[in-house]
């Protein structure tokens, strides 16, 4: 089978509306809480990708009775640590370091010794940041020292409550940290550096026992657990982070406008939208509602001729840390020199992102300087590509995919990517989207 696509033209002007898949971080989360409920729970508009599918079958393994259909997708819950344990588990989470992190501060109380693996991208990523703090309620790892999957967890009846320090920004650390405490009867504090918050938004929905200060620059949180919760419905809303594709396409074609329904902007995911608007993009949030603890909108945008260049502020970094390669697209176009900086989270990521990002542009004819951590993209708002661009060994990042397909319909020239199904991870519909909006694919 062909799983590599060829773009020889840039797209055409158009006017749509447009419809994005469901929020890839809300629907992990959904299905392991509503693992952890006390009976049955049903999903709307949930996302169908790899992703979600490993974190299903994950689930089942561990006992849980979950049935799916176009429409729907049901969860009866086990109530909390009460997993079915048995001897010689191995769990896959595949490429999501979300299921990976999180399913394992599931696993606290478990009495056998369960393996977790995943994908080759996931296996070079950093799993020290959870099983540190997990190490401190009590929890077992084997070998003991390993940081990288794959690697042996065996809980405690016996844990403890932490108080913990979050200093990255790093919303699968919190929340791993968060779904562990559910497993503890007195209080867990953590101390955690501003981060997407839905973990914190579907607690307070489920009633679990929790506070939290909102300082300036970290939140503080604490949980009181072992208290059983009751089943759930949830109507999963768009992503952003997959409508940040859809927004850039739109800013960067000729004489165009777009409006993608129902996605979720919640706060702490929307530095996209600032950072763009800063850059002299037109994004505007219409018929904003709340559903659940997130807010909801139709955004709306429109072709930019005039970008200028940013120094982003640092504090935007969290909200926009998955959307910052499409952002450097709309920098290589703006006027002037850009600065991105401490971002070295983005080479944490399924590929080290801060790195193929600046490699893209220069592919591109797009002058960067790169350190561990920043990167300035010196903007050529007349650029013109001057030879074919070929990407592959990309570790299959659906976002390096779904960013040089955004860059070669808006910048021209011809450019053949590999890996398709990469976009399987997260947004499996994103070329049908695509091409619905007039895109030539071959």
Not at 119 to 130: C, I, N, P, Q
Not at 254 to 274: E, H
Request: hydrophobic residues 40%; contains cysteine.
């Amino acid at each position: 089978m062909n799983n590599h696509i060829k773009i020889k033209k840039n797209i055409e002007n158009f006017n749509k509306v447009i419809n994005v898949s469901g929020d890839k971080s809300l629907s992990i989360r959904f299905l392991l809480l509503a693992s952890q409920a006390k009976g049955v729970s049903r999903a709307y508009n949930l996302l169908n990708s790899e992703d979600v599918n490993s974190t299903i079958k994950c689930l089942k393994i561990l006992g849980v009775k979950i049935s799916k259909n176009k429409d729907c997708c049901k969860i009866v819950g086990r109530g909390i640590g009460n997993f079915k344990y048995k001897e010689g588990i191995v769990l896959d989470a595949g490429n999501s370091g979300t299921l990976g992190r999180l399913i394992l501060a599931l696993l606290a109380q478990s009495p056998s010794k369960i393996k977790l693996i995943g994908d080759k991208s996931l296996s070079k990523r950093d799993f020290s940041r959870v099983i540190d703090p997990l190490k401190k309620f009590g929890v077992n790892f084997y070998p003991k020292d390993r940081k990288r999957l794959p690697i042996f967890i065996k809980g405690s009846k016996s844990l403890k409550a932490i108080s913990f320090s979050e200093t990255k920004g790093s919303a699968q650390v919190k929340s791993s940290v968060m779904f562990a405490a559910l497993n503890v009867s007195n209080e867990t504090t953590i101390k955690a550096k501003k981060s997407r918050n839905h973990t914190e938004n579907l607690f307070k929905y489920l009633k679990i026992p929790i506070s939290i200060k909102k300082l300036k620059k970290e939140d503080h949180i604490k949980i009181s657990g072992n208290k059983d919760y009751k089943s759930f419905n949830y109507n999963v809303p768009g992503d952003i982070s997959s409508s940040a594709f859809f927004i850039v396409l739109t800013i960067l074609s000729k004489n165009s406008k777009i409006l993608i329904k129902n996605v979720n902007i919640n706060p702490t995911r929307i530095g996209v939208v600032k950072i763009l608007n800063m850059m002299g993009a037109k994004i505007i949030f219409k018929n904003i509602k709340e559903y659940k603890g997130e807010k909801i909108a139709n955004i709306y945008v429109e072709s930019t001729s005039s970008l200028k260049s940013i120094n982003c502020p640092n504090e935007l970094n969290s909200s926009s840390i998955d959307e910052f390669l499409i952002i450097f697209l709309v920098a290589a176009k703006a006027k002037g020199i850009s600065y991105f900086k401490d971002l070295g989270e983005l080479n944490q990521k399924e590929s080290p992102r801060l790195n193929w990002g600046s490699k893209i542009l220069n592919m591109m004819g797009v002058k960067t300087e790169l350190t561990k951590d920043s990167i300035k993209i010196y903007g050529q708002p007349n650029l013109n590509i001057k030879k074919p661009i070929i990407i592959k060994d990309y570790l299959k990042d659906h976002r390096i995919f779904m960013m040089s397909t955004i860059a070669a319909l808006t910048f021209g020239n011809e450019w053949h990517i590999h890996d398709k199904d990469s976009i399987n991870t997260s947004f499996p519909s994103f070329l049908n989207v695509v091409r619905k909006l007039g895109a030539k694919i071959n």
